[in-house]
Each structure stands twice: as C-alpha cells, then as structure tokens.
C-alpha cells in the first residue's frame, strides 16, 4: 500500500502538473488551428497527421497514441504514425529529469535534442512508400469540445497515474526480494525503467554519475517502458495495431536515442 501511494506521489508532482494542461491546451488549441496546405509530417513520414504528431511533442505518453486512436485511420495508416508520434513530454524532461534529477543544462539539452531526433529519424526509418492522411474525427469547435476535452484528458492522465503507481508497486515489491547491493545497482535502475518509465529514471539518476545518467534515460524515455507501452496499446488496440510493430518500433526508437545522447556527452559533456 505505501509502494502504490509513492506512486502515486511521483504520478501527481512530476507528471500530473505537465501532462494534464498541455493535454487540455493543446487538444483545444488545434480544434481551432486552421487547416495547412503543406503538410510536415507527411513531406517527412508519408503519413498527414501533423496534429497527432505535435500533441504527442507537446504532451508526451500517451498522448499522441490517444490523438492516432481518435482518429479514421485505418490499421496500417495508424502503424506507421506510431513511429513518430511516441514521445515523452519535454516538460517532463526538462523540468523533472533535466532540472531535478540530472541537474546539469548540458545534459537537459542532450537530453531534449536526442528525445527529438529519435523520432524524426525513427518516422523516417519506417516511412511510409504511399501518402496517407490520418484524418481527425472533428474538426469543428462546438460548445461541448471544453467539457468532452477536459473530461477525455483527465481520463487519459488517471489512467496513467493508475499504471504509474501500479508498476512503481510492482518494481518495489521487487526490489525487497533482493540484496541491497543488487537492489541499489545500475543495472537494476535500468530494468527498472524497462518495467517503468518514472520510477526508472529516478533509480537511474540516483546511482549513476551525470554523463551515464543522461544516455540511460536518453534511452528510457524513448523506449517508455511496459508501463508506457500498456497505456499506449489500450488506445492503439482499438485500431487494430498490432503488439509486434508497436514494440519493433520504439525499440529502434530506443536505440536511435540512445546512439545520439552518447554521441553528444562525448563531444560536449
């Protein structure tokens, strides 16, 4: 009972507060965007949905899966968005992990810039070979859009509250069936974060010195994590995606991440 309330403490102070109102904003926010000729997402990727995409750049998990979920894509159309639009929230990395954890700027840069790079490379890498549009559902802003968006985000971050606490239980529960020199090792930090995204990088940042820190969660927060990729697949199942291809590409995701940050604190950490 005390491991999920920790859970959920982490949940409310470090996730809630970014995910909740850039989640609201910004869904709000491009139901009124105008229309765009040009679309970036799909001169890169193949795929129309630059809606989809920058929630899932501004909100983070799972938003962007949440964005793809309620909209008409079919199977396939779906697929290929998810290469790109899967990203933690950079409020979360850089007020949480960057300012609180790593405390280090160059290492918050670091972190942001390979977050970024891992999913334009990772949308490139599994670009689609015929233009799609993923196309939204509404596009018309009514007088229930405030209230359905207000109460379909608060959903969408308690149930990511739920699965936070739930695997940060889980993970603590493992821990006290081990000794304390394994229980505090790097190595456990890291499966830690495979299980859980959050609990993960707090373990990662607290035994790890900073340049370490920094390619471990660079490679954390891209993969998300079991925790993350359930929250993502009760939104993405619904369209028919399938378990392989979501874990096929935020593992290359993962690795592209982890590549860039450990390019970059070589040369500037």
Same mark, same amino acid.
């Given at each position: /009972? ?90 979360? /990395? ?74 940060? /239980?889980?993970?603590? /529960? ?32 607290? &035994?790890?010195? &900073? ?59």
């Amino acid at each position: /009972m005390q491991s999920f309330f920790d859970g959920l403490t982490v949940w409310a102070i470090n996730v809630l507060p970014a995910l909740f109102p850039f989640a609201v904003l910004s869904a709000l926010a491009l139901k009124i965007a105008p229309h765009k000729k040009i679309s970036l997402s799909k001169s890169l990727f193949g795929v129309d949905c630059d809606n989809a995409w920058t929630m899932s750049l501004l909100c983070g998990y799972p938003i962007g899966a949440r964005a793809i979920a309620d909209s008409n894509a079919d199977a396939y159309t779906a697929t290929k968005a998810c290469a790109f639009c899967s990203t933690a929230g950079p409020i979360f /990395m850089l007020a949480t992990v960057g300012t609180t954890l790593l405390k280090n700027n160059v290492a918050t840069v670091i972190l942001l810039i390979s977050h970024l790079l891992s999913s334009l490379f990772n949308g490139l890498l599994y670009r689609s070979q015929k233009p799609m549009t993923l196309s939204e559902q509404s596009k018309e802003l009514c007088a229930a859009d405030l209230g359905n968006t207000i109460t379909d985000s608060a959903l969408a971050v308690i149930s990511v509250g739920g699965l936070i606490a739930l695997f940060y /239980m889980l993970t603590d /529960m493992l821990k006290s069936f081990l000794p304390a020199d394994i229980a505090d090792s790097l190595p456990l930090a890291f499966a830690i974060g495979v299980l859980e995204m959050t609990n993960g990088v707090f373990a990662v940042c607290r &035994v790890a010195d &900073v340049a370490t820190a920094t390619v471990l969660c660079s490679g954390l927060l891209a993969l998300g994590g079991v925790c993350v990729f359930c929250q993502c697949y009760a939104f993405l199942g619904k369209k028919g995606v399938k378990v392989r291809d979501i874990l096929k590409m935020k593992l290359t995701q993962s690795a592209i991440a982890t590549l860039v940050s450990f390019c970059l604190v070589n040369i500037f950490l």
